[in-house]
């Protein structure tokens, strides 16, 4: 018994000790495949943020994604699991998301989702330029127009890749 008490002792996640622990390719794999389908996403407010509203305010705006889970990491940061990547991608290209007036960042999880290290200092906006002049209706200039504003994602399209409306 004190040899396991001494043991449990000895493990740390900081990398202090010797004992190290590897992870096959399979599990590496795996949780590549759990980072690739979440989302962190934090809750721009003083107040305490209620999980299961939160959910539940989320589950309505994303109509058919029913599977998410959450999960609260604490300080109003959330995490969102999504059942593919697919779903993960559309909602974080969809642009900017309120709940309960509180304005939330998502952002991918970085390298192996180490929370800690996550920055909430930037999102994706839907912009649209009124009044613009026919000449100037072209991708590339509208890239450099929509750059006075910040870095320029996506310009919307029409099918046959012209730029009206």
Known sequence: MEDLIKRCRAITISGEGEERVSFRSKMKAKGEKIVAECLIGKVLTNRNMNKKGLKIALQQAWQNIRAVKVENLGDNVFLFKFGAEMYKRRELTSGPCLFNNAFIV?????????????????????????????????????????GAIRKVEKVGTDASRGVMG
Do not use: A, Y
């Not at 989702?113 to 996550?118: A, N, R, T, W």
């Not at 999102?123 to 509208?142: A, G, H, R, Y």
């Open 106 to 146: 998502f952002t991918e999880p970085i390298g192996i989702g180490d929370i800690s290290k996550q920055s909430f200092v930037h999102t994706s906006f839907w912009v649209q330029l009124q009044n613009v002049p026919i000449m100037c209706m072209d991708k590339e200039i509208l890239m450099v127009i929509g």
